[in-house]
């Protein structure tokens, strides 16, 4: 039976989501890493002068689900923050941190290759485009 939500955008996005968060959950589970763990980490390595805020942004989430990640990170010994004032940290990669980005980094293009294989480069650069505009009009309300 058929219902209004099968046709909902909304749930084939979480649906599609749901299925890419468990195979590469899979794919980094030798590193004890998820995947919100795992895009911390690059964000870290790879903005300047990176902070919760900057991540929260990036990542699209609310700083109380980035401080939590960011607690898990530093209790595995995977970043390491420093105070830049009272209020904000720098959040740096700690040696480990660089290590597990590095030798995840192979397997994470490989899947990242493989979720968009039978798509054409026009496909794809179609699909981001209607993404962002979905993402838009969400924003919108």
């Known amino acids: 039976m058929k219902y209004e939500l099968h046709e909902s955008i909304g749930f084939k996005i979480n649906q599609t989501v749901n299925k890419i968060n468990s195979k590469f959950s899979q794919v980094l589970q030798?590193?004890?890493?998820a995947p919100e763990q795992r895009a911390t980490l690059e964000i870290i390595k790879y903005e300047e002068d990176v902070n919760q805020t900057?991540?929260?942004q990036t990542l699209g989430k609310d700083k109380t689900t980035i401080s939590r990640a960011l607690r898990t990170?530093?209790?595995k010994e995977?970043?390491?923050r420093n105070k830049a004032d009272r209020r904000t940290n720098i959040i740096k990669l700690s040696p480990k941190g660089e290590e597990i980005l590095?030798?995840?980094?192979k397997e994470v293009k490989e899947f990242r290759e493989s979720i968009?294989?039978?798509l054409s480069n026009e496909e794809f650069n179609t699909l981001k485009?209607?993404?962002?505009?979905?993402?838009s009009n969400v924003e919108c309300k």
């Open 30 to 33: 030798k590193y004890e890493i």
């Open 54 to 56: 900057k991540i929260s």
């Open 73 to 75: 990170l530093e209790n």
């Open 78 to 80: 995977l970043i390491i």
């Open 102 to 105: 590095e030798k995840s980094q």
């Open 116 to 118: 968009i294989q039978n």
């Open 129 to 135: 485009t209607l993404l962002e505009k979905v993402a």
